[in-house]
Each structure stands twice: as structure tokens, then as C-alpha cells.
């Protein structure tokens, strides 16, 4: 979570005028289902034809790579991170950090059939100093979001086919100075990319350009975030992904950042989903190994 204001404000208005009128085109039709499931309900007689079905219950978490689709409008959900932790590699100092999060949540809500708006807050974290330093305790930043579905909103139905969206967001300090969170107005724009590859597996990409304020100087500095998720799905309840993420182009002696990540996903019923993941650091910019477990729910 990392980006101008007006940039990100523009961008999310911009998105929402694109998304009424074509919503308010369709309105007339808005009670027909048109996918096939709806259309077999309704001739089963288990939905009315005043009726309308949910789309399939997809997440952000737990990889890094965002998803393309968004939540029903008049929906939300409520996506968290029960408990995480990080640990650092030693610094030239030798000093170790253990990173603990709890409750970082991303709150979804459907505004328009393409159009979601998401607010994400850490409300508690520990910054552990092992070998000196000084430790932390405090709450995360809050981060602002909306994602507008382009395409393929309903899900890749067959092997080859995609969904993509954008993603703007920006993140707000709430304390700059406990080391939790960004210290610093950040915000940046996220492509996500989603491709069917038949045979229960998915491929996720992301494209994210991310700005912070440098550390010398007000100007911000940019970095570039790419991330490849391929996800399995062993039956209707069990699925795994496994995950490469790369941010470069960073003003950091440490040089990049490159984790690769695994997971799983036990869906809970069609409305709630637990997940847990680890992630291991393949660069010395990154954590050495992070571990975390979550839940998800639509309401």
C-alpha cells in the first residue's frame, strides 16, 4: 500500500461518471438475469425473475497480487489479516526486526456493478528491535482505494480468458512517527490482470507504479511493482497459489525488493474464506521470512 492526491481524486471521479451511465443504461434490464446459472434458477424455479445472482466470492488476500473483480454493488466485505509477522535480515548495524500486525483489515464496498471503493487500516502493530534499536507499538496508515472493473467483471468463464481493472489508491500517516506505518502522503495506480487457464488454475498479474516522498528532499520518488500469482483450485473448498513479487527502481542502498510466496485458501460456505501464506525474501532488501493467517466475509 503505497501514492498526487488530486491524481488519485481525478482518476476515482473520472471512473465513477464512466461507470453511471452505462449502469443507468442498463437499468431497464436490471432485474433479468443474463448468466447462464441465473437463467437455470429461474426455469427451476429456485429465482424469480425479479431475481439476480452474486458473482463468485473472490478476494484481494492473501497473495500480494490484487484481483480484477469487485465487489456487488450494495455489498461489502470485510477482508483481514488476523495475525502477520516479519522478520528482517540483519542491518549494517546488526540489528534484527521482528514486524507483528494484527487486524489489518481492507473494508470492500460495491458501489456500481463495476465500481468498488475500499478502505484499509492497520489498527495495531509491533516493531520488534533485536541487537539495539528502538521498539514500536502503534497504529498502521490508512489507505483509500477504488478499483473499476474494465473488463471480464464476471469471472474468466473459459480457459483464455482474461480481466483487467485499475486500481488507484493513496495512503494517509496517521502516525508518522512510530515506524508502523508510511510517515508520508503515498500513492500510486495498480493493473490487475486476470487469466483463466483452464484445469481449476488462474494466473494474477499486477503492474503497480508506486510514489513516496524521499527522505532528502520533498520530491517523491517512484518505484515499480510487478507480481505473477498462479493459483490452483483442488476442489470447491481447498485452493493454493504459489507467488513471485518484484519492486525495483528503488532509491534504496538495499536494492530491490524480490519475495517468493505460497499459500492456502479453505473456503467457509459461498460467503467466507480463511487463508494463511508465508513469504520468503530472495533479496537482502527484503524480509527473510514472513508469516500470516486471515479471514474474509461478504455480506
Request: proline share 5%.
Amino acid at each position: 500500500m503505497r501514492k498526487c492526491l488530486a491524481p488519485i481524486a481525478t482518476l476515482s471521479v473520472v471512473l465513477a461518471l464512466v461507470a453511471a451511465p452505462a449502469e443507468a443504461a442498463a437499468e431497464g434490464d436490471a432485474t433479468i438475469p443474463e448468466d447462464a446459472e441465473a437463467a437455470t434458477l429461474v426455469e427451476e424455479g429456485e429465482l424469480t425473475s425479479g431475481e439476480t445472482t452474486l458473482r463468485e466470492f473472490t478476494t484481494d488476500r492473501p497473495d500480494v497480487t490484487e484481483s480484477p473483480f469487485t465487489v456487488d454493488p450494495g455489498h461489502f466485505q470485510i477482508e483481514t489479516t488476523l495475525f502477520g509477522h516479519a522478520r528482517s535480515r540483519a542491518d549494517a548495524a546488526g540489528i534484527v526486526t521482528d514486524t507483528f500486525e494484527f487486524g489489518t483489515t481492507n473494508l470492500r464496498l460495491g458501489l456500481t456493478d463495476r465500481l468498488e471503493v475500499d478502505f484499509v487500516w492497520q489498527p495495531y502493530g509491533i516493531l520488534d528491535q533485536r541487537g539495539g534499536g528502538v521498539d514500536e507499538r502503534g497504529i498502521g496508515s490508512v489507505t483509500l482505494r477504488a478499483k473499476y472493473n474494465l473488463w471480464g467483471n464476471d469471472g474468466p468463464a473459459r480457459p483464455g480468458d482474461t480481466a483487467v481493472a485499475l486500481l488507484p489508491y493513496v495512503t494517509l500517516p496517521t502516525d508518522g512517527n512510530n515506524g508502523i506505518g508510511e510517515s508520508e502522503v503515498a500513492f500510486g495506480l495498480i493493473v490487475p490482470l486476470a487469466i483463466n487457464l483452464g484445469g481449476g488454475m488462474g494466473l494474477g498479474l499486477n503492474g503497480a507504479a508506486n510514489f513516496t516522498r524521499s527522505d532528502v528532499d520533498p520530491t517523491y520518488d517512484a518505484a515499480v511493482l510487478t507480481s505473477a500469482s498462479l493459483a490452483y483450485e483442488w476442489n470447491e473448498v481447498l485452493g493454493s497459489y504459489a507467488e513471485v513479487v518484484w519492486e525495483f527502481s528503488r532509491n534504496d542502498p538495499a536494492g530491490d525488493i524480490v519475495t517468493f510466496n505460497t499459500g492456502l485458501t479453505i473456503g467457509l460456505g459461498e460467503d467466507w474464506q480463511l487463508d494463511m501464506g508465508v513469504n520468503v525474501g530472495a533479496t537482502r532488501a527484503a524480509d527473510s521470512i514472513a508469516s500470516f493467517i486471515g479471514i474474509s466475509a461478504r455480506f
